[in-house]
């Protein structure tokens, strides 16, 4: 392979092209090119050292960088297993963008790998953390993130209990009424009975209208 640190581009430009020699050696955890670049994958909106041994992001997501203070500099955030500026980021910080990107992702599969791997540390460290300065695990902050969207769609659309589940993260109606029942107390058809009793609920008129449109 050619040498990456012979090769000039990267050193002459602000934010380096992301050569194929570059990309072999992010995906290989290449540890020669660490202090020499960084890589941010947009999606997560994280920054890493080309050695992480965190999941390969594709690479069409990914931007490069001289050194930490660029990337962050461009809104990018230290991952939490390589720690690319040395420090890391604060506990607290780093829990609240994992909330936030649970927010946004709620209605995809999740499971605590997968939110490590989304967040760049082992599933154990953020289970741990993520308990300790929320005080519910993360499996428990997706849940009731999935039934209050759920709760906002039976309230505002006319979708049926199946729909409103598979839309909500939810693998089916049957899951979707246990979990839903066990915080809120009612099954979804019983809440957005309360709903529409109480005026808050749109009315089959305007709903068949709204798909008329």
């Not at 570059?22 to 955890?29: E, G, P, R």
């Not at 001289?66 to 809104?75: I, L, N, P, S, Y």
């Not at 607290?92 to 927010?103: D, L, P, S, V, Y």
């Not at 246990?178 to 979804?188: C, D, I, Q, W």
Request: aromatic share 8%; charged share 30%; with cysteine.
């Amino acid at each position: 392979m050619t040498d990456l640190h012979e090769r000039p581009a990267y050193r002459e430009q602000t934010e380096p092209a992301l050569t194929d020699d570059i990309w072999n050696a992010i995906i290989a955890n290449d540890a020669a090119l660490d202090g020499r670049l960084i890589y941010a994958v947009k999606t997560t909106g994280i920054f890493c050292r080309p050695s992480c041994k965190s999941k390969p992001p594709k690479r069409e997501h990914v931007r490069v960088f001289r050194g930490a203070a660029d990337a962050a500099a461009q809104g990018f955030r230290p991952c939490k297993r390589c720690r690319p500026d040395g420090k890391g980021m604060p506990d607290e910080e780093w829990i609240r963008h994992t909330a936030k990107w649970i927010e946004a992702h709620y209605a995809e599969p999740l499971t605590l790998a997968v939110l490590a791997d989304a967040q760049h540390a082992s599933p154990y460290h953020l289970h741990r953390t993520f308990k300790r300065l929320t005080g519910v695990t993360p499996a428990e902050y997706i849940a009731a993130t999935r039934v209050e969207a759920a709760k906002r769609r039976l309230k505002e659309t006319g979708e049926t209990v199946t729909e409103v589940a598979l839309r909500t993260g939810f693998p089916n109606a049957a899951y979707f009424s246990t979990v839903f029942h066990k915080r809120t107390g009612l099954s979804p058809t019983a809440y957005r009975q309360a709903q529409e009793a109480s005026g808050s609920y749109p009315s089959k008129k305007r709903t068949e209208e709204g798909r008329s449109c």
